[in-house]
Nanobody
Framework: QVHVVESGGGLVRLGESLTLSCTAS????????IDWYRQASGVQRELVAA????????NYGYSVRGRFTISWDNAKNTVYLQMTNLQPEDTGVYYC?????????WGQGTQVTVSS
């Protein structure tokens, strides 16, 4: 069983930066990959970034490439999402999802709001 908790959301202005954290507990060594998703009001949830265990592989959604960076700190069992040059369209609830061989575990989400 894995439990993930997101943190770091908030209200920022256009062009500012923010770093989100996704901390895993329970059995973090069983995690193969962690993804960050976001969901804006009335919009389907979309994949923002993904990373394999230990950071060996990363992938980004088209709209965030070059602005967002995902990283994995094994010592802290935490995956970070560094977001720069934030735009109003980046507003939404950001969720992390931990994938094990048998199951997926989702957090409760953290709100990011970008004002123009």
């Amino acid at each position: 069983q894995v439990h993930v908790v997101e943190s770091g959301g908030g209200l920022v202005r256009l062009g500012e930066s923010l770093t989100l954290s996704c901390t895993a507990s329970g059995n973090p060594f069983s995690i193969n990959a962690i993804d960050w998703y976001r969901q804006a009001s009335g919009v389907q949830r979309e994949l923002v970034a993904a990373i394999g265990n230990g950071g060996v592989a990363t992938n980004y959604g088209y709209s965030v490439r070059g602005r967002f960076t995902i990283s994995w700190d094994n010592a802290k069992n935490t995956v970070y999402l560094q977001m720069t040059n934030l735009q109003p369209e980046d507003t939404g609830v950001y969720y992390c999802a931990a994938h094990t061989r048998c199951d997926d575990f989702w957090g409760q989400g953290t709100q990011v709001t970008v004002s123009s």
